[in-house]
């Protein structure tokens, strides 16, 4: 598995990742690229804010927290989203993903890199991005 230079993640990975489901090996390799700067990694605030409510949903705030500080001490750059709003929008027009997942895909464009993205369906028309799955199917 070659790991691009720059990768985005989308909610669905990082989740994966923290909760351990099919897949997380995947992530790991990815993060563990981003740890050790062979690779840059992104996520933006709207898709930090579904990793941050699903596992505080499932665990608590606590240990959602506690994911996103490690993220960011790894070496994941968050990137704001007035830099990405307006290409999400356009996602959204052209393709009907989730809001979530307009907003990784503008990351994507916006960054110029490779986005990681589970198995869900809301990729399947896009093609000028390049896309990494790290399972197909959900959990």
Do not use: C, Q
């Amino acid at each position: 598995m070659a790991i691009p230079d720059h990768v985005i993640f989308d909610a669905e990975p990082l989740i994966a990742h923290a909760d351990d489901e099919p897949g997380s090996t995947v992530v790991e390799a990815y993060l563990d690229a981003v740890a050790v700067e062979d690779t840059t990694g992104y996520a933006n605030y709207v898709n930090l804010a579904e990793v941050r409510y699903t596992i505080a949903r499932k665990y608590d705030r606590a240990t959602a927290d506690e994911y996103l500080d490690w993220l960011e001490e790894l070496g994941v750059e968050t990137v704001d989203v007035g830099d990405a709003w307006m290409e999400a929008s356009e996602y959204v027009l052209r393709y009907n993903p989730a809001l979530g997942d307009s907003f990784a895909l503008a990351t994507a464009e916006h960054i110029g890199g490779t986005l990681l993205v589970g198995g869900d369906d809301d990729y399947e028309e896009v093609s000028n991005i390049p896309i990494d799955r790290f399972r197909d199917g959900s959990a």
